[in-house]
């Protein structure tokens, strides 16, 4: 089945810097990748998402990069801000009409003012 | 547009009882997955329902089952309860066809005792 490998596992960061965090997969098959964010005592919450016929993918001060031949795929958060921080999880799934999505295990992203 | 909505919120149970979790989908969505969330193994992925039909299943013990309803609303069932099965239980839906996005509720937090 598929793996879903995330890094770091936490991350400090100061207001204002960027926050990279890092997911490899292993089905090669897997082909819709999404990141969530979730904040405590809630659920997760999807933020962006690339599929596999793209490379890149940005909005606003989030942006998404994916490498197929690697199996990497990131996610940026650019000039961070206090409400940046909580969990952030890496996915990956497959196509096919059904969802069994395997998430990554999380990246816990501090942002101090 | 409301929400995925997840009743109740929290849960006590003692160990050997059973429990039913319920979950509404967002108006619309088709699918709906059940998540179990614990601090050591993350997100785990039970089961997705699409029109009535259990589509998919993860590596759970036959004690957690499942079922959709016609207007796909969907409970989960956990038998004999036990220690281990303290986590959050998050639901998700997506929208029909393609599309892969999952939206998640807010959670159900079952604690065993």
């Known amino acids: 089945g598929e793996n879903v490998e995330q890094h770091p596992s936490t991350l400090s960061v100061q207001e204002g810097d960027s926050a990279v965090i890092k997911c490899t997969y292993s089905?090669?098959?897997?082909?819709?990748f999404p990141w969530y964010k979730q904040e405590l005592g809630k659920g997760p919450q999807l933020i962006i998402d690339i599929r596999s016929n793209v490379g890149e993918k940005k909005d606003q001060r989030i942006a998404v990069t994916l490498n197929k031949t690697a199996k990497h795929f990131s996610l940026h958060i650019t000039e961070t801000q206090p409400e940046d921080s909580a969990v952030y999880f890496c996915a990956a799934s497959r196509a096919g009409g059904y969802q069994k999505v395997t998430f990554g295990t999380g990246t816990k992203l501090q942002v101090i003012p | 547009k409301a929400g995925v909505t997840q009743t109740p919120r929290y849960l006590i149970k003692t160990r050997g009882q059973q429990v039913t979790l319920s979950c509404s989908p967002i108006?619309?969505?088709?699918?709906v997955s059940w998540y179990q969330q614990t601090p050591g193994q993350g997100l785990q992925f039970l089961f997705e329902y699409f029109s009535e039909t259990q589509r998919n299943k993860g590596n759970f013990p036959g004690r957690f089952s499942g079922r959709q309803f016609s207007n796909s609303r969907s409970e989960m069932n956990v038998s004999t309860l036990e220690l281990g099965d303290s986590a959050l239980y998050l639901c998700?839906?997506?929208?029909?066809?393609?599309?892969?996005?999952?939206?998640f509720g807010p959670g159900t937090r079952l604690t065993v005792t």
């Open positions: 998700a839906s997506s929208p029909v066809g393609d599309s892969y996005e999952q939206y």
């Open positions: 108006s619309g969505h088709r699918s």
């Open positions: 089905d090669s098959a897997s082909n819709y």
